[in-house]
Nanobody, 118 residues
Framework: QVQLVESGGGLVQPGGSLRLSCAASGFTFSSYSMRWYRQTPGKERELVASITSTGSSTNYADSVQGRFTISRDNAKDTVYLQMNSLKPEDTAVYYC???????????WGQGTQVTVSS
């Protein structure tokens, strides 16, 4: 059974930090590129950051460049999103996504709420 389980969300003050984790199971994690998306009510889901299967390359949305860092530990089947200098506009539900283009497989987690507010 494929599972992506996010954790680490919560309430934080502006300027604070959070680290999200996404634990994978049920598939070969090291063969999948990983992404973090976020979504707020009434808006489309936005790609925040991505990382290749080996971790050799990362990409970020302009809105989080320099503040967020995506990383992965293939030995632990886990991907992380370190979020620093958080802003109220970072408030959203954050989703973990796994993708293997060759196998044509895409998996989603259930999401974790991040709220940035004083």
């Amino acid at each position: 059974q494929v599972q992506l389980v996010e954790s680490g969300g919560g309430l934080v003050q502006p300027g604070g930090s959070l680290r999200l984790s996404c634990a994978a199971s049920g598939f070969t994690f090291s063969s999948y590129s990983m992404r973090w998306y976020r979504q707020t009510p009434g808006k489309e889901r936005e790609l925040v950051a991505s990382i290749t299967s080996t971790g050799s390359s990362t990409n970020y949305a302009d809105s989080v460049q320099g503040r967020f860092t995506i990383s992965r530990d293939n030995a632990k089947d886990t991907v992380y999103l370190q979020m620093n200098s958080l802003k109220p506009e970072d408030t959203a539900v954050y989703y973990c996504n796994a993708r293997n283009v060759i196998a044509k497989r895409v998996y989603w987690g259930q999401g974790t709420q991040v709220t940035v507010s004083s």
